[in-house]
């Protein structure tokens, strides 16, 4: 069975702390690939970065850094120095290499919600 | 490019009514789908399409009907709206593996929030 757990329902820091969002997969697949996607209040879902499941060098974009380690089954999500702007819902999720289809499944996703 | 384009942006049912949410990207994607959103949930794929004539069934496909007549488009139809088909729906596009490039990312529309009463 494919599964993505978030933890962490909603989590509320202040403006500039650092915050980390969890992301424990489960798969039996040995070539998959991880995703997390930003859902701002607007709604609309905003791609922030693939990852697949050979490659497990760490990531960092400007403030987001990203933590994949196969041997926790975890993917997790750093916002360093965090912004009023980063306040949102944040999803992961997984997609296994597999034939033509695309399918994603998604955690519950964690609502970040930055204090000025 | 627009993207994908989701109408309408609103909508609220009678239970029983039926109505169909359009879905339409330019971007000649092979792969579409169709997720519902609820609260503490996430979202799950209810019918997902590989290419034009070609669909199949996702997590939650019960009360939903799709077609794929082409490349462009992806209606999903409600047959009798029931209450537990309030959400908010978002249509994704995305290359399929087939294409031979390994850009699995999708693109999501902006939504449409469906109120069955």
């Known amino acids: 069975a494919q599964k993505v757990t978030q933890a962490q329902t909603e989590i509320s820091v202040v403006e500039k702390e650092d915050v980390t969002l969890d992301c424990v997969y489960e798969?039996?697949?040995?070539?998959?690939?991880l995703f997390w996607y930003k859902q701002p209040p607007s709604g609309e879902l905003v791609f922030l970065i693939r990852r697949n499941s050979f490659d497990e060098q760490n990531e960092i974009s400007g403030r987001y850094s990203w933590n994949f380690q196969k041997s926790t089954s975890s993917f997790n999500f750093t916002i360093t120095a965090s912004q009023v702007v980063d306040s949102a819902v944040y999803f992961c999720a997984l997609s296994t290499y597999g034939g033509a289809t695309n399918k994603l499944i998604f955690g519950t996703g964690t609502l970040l919600a930055v204090q000025p | 490019n627009a993207g994908v384009t989701q109408t309408p942006k609103f909508q609220v049912l009678k239970t029983g009514q039926s109505m169909t949410l359009q879905c339409a990207q330019d971007m000649n994607h092979e792969y579409m789908s169709w997720y519902r959103q609820d609260p503490g949930m996430g979202l799950r794929l209810i019918h997902y399409s590989v290419g034009a004539g070609i669909t199949d069934q996702g997590e939650v496909p019960n009360g939903y009907n799709v077609s794929r007549s082409t490349t462009e488009d992806f209606p999903l139809r409600l047959l009798s709206a029931a209450p537990s088909q309030t959400s908010v729906y978002f249509c994704?596009?995305?290359?399929?593996?087939?294409?031979?490039?390994?850009?699995?990312?999708?693109?999501f529309g902006p939504g449409t929030r469906l109120t069955v009463l």
């Open positions: 798969t039996r697949d040995t070539t998959y690939y």
């Open positions: 994704a596009s995305s290359y399929s593996r087939t294409s031979g490039a390994p850009a699995y990312e999708q693109f």
